[in-house]
């Protein structure tokens, strides 16, 4: 799934539809995400004010273990994606020659005439919210894979009120209670809890 900056422009304010199953992003470098689903995107890109915004809903599911239980589960996710790129120098160079260029100009001459209004360009490139592309087209799976990245939770609850395990003797807690002496106390703080009581 790739779209170039010249079709998005072509397209002249009316929306380019981008919709499909991209693989899963492998390997994922977090240790709770045992499994990633292939991604579902179905969006558009749009051109306008000289870039390209790329909008649309991704979903997709992952098999996550539960940092609490230790319990696999798998969880759905839906990101809205609002995602802007911007051509940089170097893929407006690939446009058709305008009449200004006509003259047999190589692309070096071009790109240090360009260099004009490197001022102003790179004004705007400062907007954090905007990606600078510096090929002629966007990698619109890269960009959904790394969303999909984004989006993992890093410590996965398998649900909120999940119990856990007991400290103690590691029973897991959502199948009932464990037997374990419900006040025990993590030895580091006893020092303290004498200290309570003798104020008592
Ligand atoms: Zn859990
Ligand atoms: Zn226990």
Redesign the pocket.
């Known amino acids: 799934m790739r779209l170039s900056f010249s079709e998005a422009r072509q397209a002249a304010g009316r929306p380019v539809r981008l919709a499909g199953t991209v693989p899963a992003p492998r390997p994922v470098a977090i240790r709770e995400v045992l499994e990633l689903s292939p991604l579902h995107f179905d969006g558009e890109a749009r051109w306008a004010d000289g870039e390209v915004r790329l909008t649309g809903a991704l979903s997709y599911r992952a098999r996550l273990t539960c940092v609490r239980c230790l319990n696999p589960f798998t969880a759905e996710f839906h990101v809205d994606v609002e995602e802007r790129f911007r051509p940089a120098e170097a893929a407006l160079a690939y446009d058709p020659p305008t009449i200004g260029r006509r003259r047999g100009s190589s692309r070096k001459e071009q790109r240090s005439r360009a260099g004009g209004e490197a001022e102003a360009t790179q004004a705007v490139d400062a907007d954090p919210g905007v990606e600078v592309v510096a090929k002629a087209e966007i990698d619109v799976e890269r960009v959904l894979r790394d969303l999909a990245i984004v989006h993992l939770p890093w410590a996965p609850i398998c649900r909120p009120d999940c119990a856990g395990l ?6 897991d ?1 959502n199948e009932g209670p ?3 002496e419900p006040e ?1 106390i993590d030895p580091r703080w006893l020092a303290l809890r004498t200290l309570w009581d003798g104020r008592k």
């Open positions: 007991c400290p103690t003797c590691g029973k807690l464990c037997g374990c025990a």
